[in-house]
């Protein structure tokens, strides 16, 4: 079994009326090569006539993001043609590679009706060769994504990119990045075999697990160390995790703010491209 380095506990960083964890990076933990940054966002409940999420235009390059809606929505638009409304049990994946301009803000009738809320965000760093690849924006559905039952049903496995077994995610990840969310029941369990080579990111969004004789509630991050490669979890309660793992790059990271590249000279090099437009031109 794979060897738990530590369990991190996600910290609050309410953004206004928005109700935020972060799970990366925290005081504890900078990244999880090649996972950056995961966000999580709720659960709350939004009053009718609200102003919905707060994440209007503004600039990536150089990585991707990955975006979980579990409740509520997100309508998506980018100045790479990428536009969309991505609802309960989608995910939205886009490649900022080279730069963008996107927007992700509530639909107009989530801010009308309002309801529950609930959305992660992970960002996957790019390796240097493809820092500057063509952007990309792909919605999926919750219908869109394939679901591997494990456990007699009391585990469902949705497969987002990489695969599960003969079972490959609708999403062509450039770096080889498997992810998938999990939903278990109380008292489901799955085991699975990651390669030791490869580092995973584990998080626990919501419920109660054990994962290889360790307890890991909800807001969660398991990090594991690179010596074993069998993972046992089972569900305490009913739970939620979101899985992937990947292969390290082993290249230096330099972020700021909406920019990850690997020196400085191009971080102030994506500045000036922003700023030049050559990222688009918000309209």
Known sequence: MRKIKKIHKAV?????????????????VDYIDPFLFLNHHGPQVYKPGN???????????GFETLTFILD?????????????????????WMTAGSGLIHA????????????????????????AKHKMAKPNYIGLQKTEIP?????????KVNVISGSWGDTKGPVPSLSNIHMASIELLAGGSLSTTIASDR???????????????????????VE????????????????YILLGHAKPFNEPVVSHGPFVMNTEEEIHEAFRDYQAGKMGVWK
Do not use: C
């Open 12 to 28: 609050h960083a309410p953004m206004g009326d928005l109700v935020t964890y972060r799970a990366l990076p925290t005081h504890e």
């Open 51 to 61: 102003n919905g999420l707060p994440f209007g235009p503004h600039p990536h390059r």
């Open 199 to 221: 580092n995973i990111f584990f998080y626990v969004v919501r419920g109660s697990i054990k994962v290889n004789g360790q307890t890991a509630d909800k807001l969660n991050l």
């Open 72 to 92: 509520g929505d997100i309508m998506h638009q980018d100045t790479g043609g990428g536009q969309d409304v991505i609802e309960a049990g989608g995910v939205q």
């Open 104 to 127: 992700e803000v509530s639909s107009e009738k989530f801010k009308k009706e309002g309801g529950p809320l609930e959305i992660l965000q992970l960002w996957f760093n790019l390796p």
């Open 224 to 239: 594991f160390a690179n010596d074993g490669e069998e993972l046992s979890i089972e569900a305490s309660e009913d739970s």
């Open 147 to 155: 679901v591997v039952s494990e456990d007699n049903g009391k585990v």
